[in-house]
């Protein structure tokens, strides 16, 4: 820890970072607005459903009113910085909420006292434990009618834990709330403040041996003088402070600010961050000191590409301190880039400064190599300091996707990778087997999100459709073909016979050629215009049109002529014996099955095997998760997948989530094979 002697050292007493986290629809927006206006931030308060609100500046984000991005935004309460992060509450944008929890010192759950406990908080309370984060729950909206909140705090209680405790309680039929921990005495509508105050106190001493046998000798401890047992209580997760405000009316908004201030942990008090040293499994856990006077540390956490202004990082300083001219690596890089200008964001607004340190949240613009999750610094040993990684939800819900106009594919590609960059929870890919561009999102709203973006902000337009399918053909039997090639036209001929025979391989064996030919029946130079006929047929497929795998071609015999044969002519014959050879060994079309983990709340576990089982699917195993959610796994073809989160969502009340990766490939049901045959001849006929 620095020595708070020195003055940069003694400013980091005077930062705090908190992100605003929790499900949609709990007022974040809204509650982090009136901070911003308590604080003289912003002369007055901004409107969700007006669209003049700080955080939620991006035009899809004002039509759609709720937040689909992170945002950034500063305020000064008394002498002490704030760093507040408003963060959207929508599982599909777990991509920018998640990286929040990377800058800040408090993680704030906000939970709605309408619609009491939803899954994203209880999501967001883990996430915030697993990255060590101090964490207070936020009750929002304590006016709403016909609720009870004492009833709401027992079920925190229920769900979270016994540490959490109520740091205020709301007064005046919720117009106002009354403070517990500073305050031993009054009343509230919960009844006298007195017995919370001493729950607090209690739980806060018990981490300090010395302060417990102080209140077990005077009956009470002075609270002024429990800030570091409070500090470390709220490292442990021993304690989780309670507030109660309504960001309609503005009760218990002020008082939140002064417990930012007065009550959560600085840079130097909380649990430091989980920096590596190195690669891979040789990584080792490394210190990381919010020294002012250390060489400089930052984590890039957030990413936006402007068409206007270009690509900018958004980071938070764990070390050392950063000035303009300041010369800094990204990650390995070997090349330095200049900040050449240095930012604190007020929602879409720069705010230029001269210097950040430990704590800060600033920015740099216009340095091209930046990326998410890069970090930042201006010594040659921290070339392979990196952040542990976070625990990203792997993106599954795919959209096949091509530009309206021929010949944009390359600027299509380029823009995707701009978007790409800016969430961690999108994953482009081209498909090799069906020649597609694929995006893959957390859900359909994410992937409709990135095609608003594409038409109205880079001005682009896209057909989509659903990916199709990376279906397979292969043989159950050997058998034999035979192609005779004879063309003869005006001057020279075309002549080539292939005898050929095939046979099946293991699954997952590929393919293996082999020439058994003897006596020059087909001269040496030609066998390998043999192969590359039948290698169109592996391509193009025989009976469905999807590529031809797990199968052994030997060619033994065949014909050829002086003058007539060519390259060509045994290109086409071994082609079409190939075809012959095929469709006499009982050619089948093979499905990928994947394997699934599917998270889902326990009371509906027979809805969600059920539906599984309708499509084909095989359950292999379930366990329990945390908070009531059980975790099914099993097996289920690709293709039954197709909007399968639409329809996990209608189950699950919108609470289920689930995984997928290639398993094996197996043959389909015949019905779904005379099908797919059915569509391949009809595309041939046209």
Known sequence: MPSRSNGLAAE?????????????????????????????AIGATGSVERGSTVSDHDPIERRMQHSLNSSVMHLTHGATR??????????????????????????????????GIEPMA?????????RHLTRIIIVNKIDSQGISLQGLLADIQATFGRECLPLNLPNAMDKKVVDCFFNRHGQSDFGPVEAAHRALVEQVVEVDAAFVDRYLEEGDVDPSELHAPLEQALREGHLIPVCFVSARSGAGVSELLDVIVRLLPDPTESNPPDFLLGEGDEAKPMTVSPDPSLHVLAHVFKVTVDPYVGKMGIF???????????????????KPFKVGHLFMLQGKNYVEVNRVMPGDIAAVAKVDEIHFDAVLHDAAED???????????????GLAIEPKRHGDEQRMWEILGKLVDEDPCLRLEHAVVTNETIVYGLGELHLRVLLERLREVYKFEVNTRPPRIAYRETVTMPAEGHHRHKKQSGGAGQFGEVFLRIEPLARGAGFQFADEVRGGTIPGQFIPAVEKGVREVLEHGAIAGYPVVDVKVVVYDGKHHSVDSKDIAFATAGRKAFIAAIQAARAIVLEPIVNVDIATPDRVVGDVTGDLSGRRGLVTGTSNGAAGMVLIRGQVPLAELSGYQSRLNALTSGQGRYTMELSHYEAVPPSVQQTLMGQHHQKDDE
């Open 82 to 115: 704030i760093h507040l992060l408003d963060t959207p509450g929508g599982p599909d944008f777990l991509g920018q909420s998640l990286p929040a929890l990377e800058a800040v010192e408090t993680a704030a759950v906000v939970i709605n006292a309408a619609t």
């Open 12 to 40: 980091l007493e005077k930062v705090r970072t908190l992100a605003l986290v929790g499900p949609s629809a709990s007022g974040k927006t809204t509650l982090a607005e009136l901070l911003l206006k308590s604080a003289g």
């Open 316 to 334: 938070r300083v764990h070390q050392g301190t950063l000035t303009r001219d300041s010369q800094l690596f990204i990650g390995d890089g070997r």
């Open 122 to 130: 209880v999501r967001m309370m883990e996430y915030a434990a697993s």
């Open 383 to 397: 070339d392979h300091v990196h952040l542990a990684p976070l625990d990203f939800p792997i993106p599954v819900h």
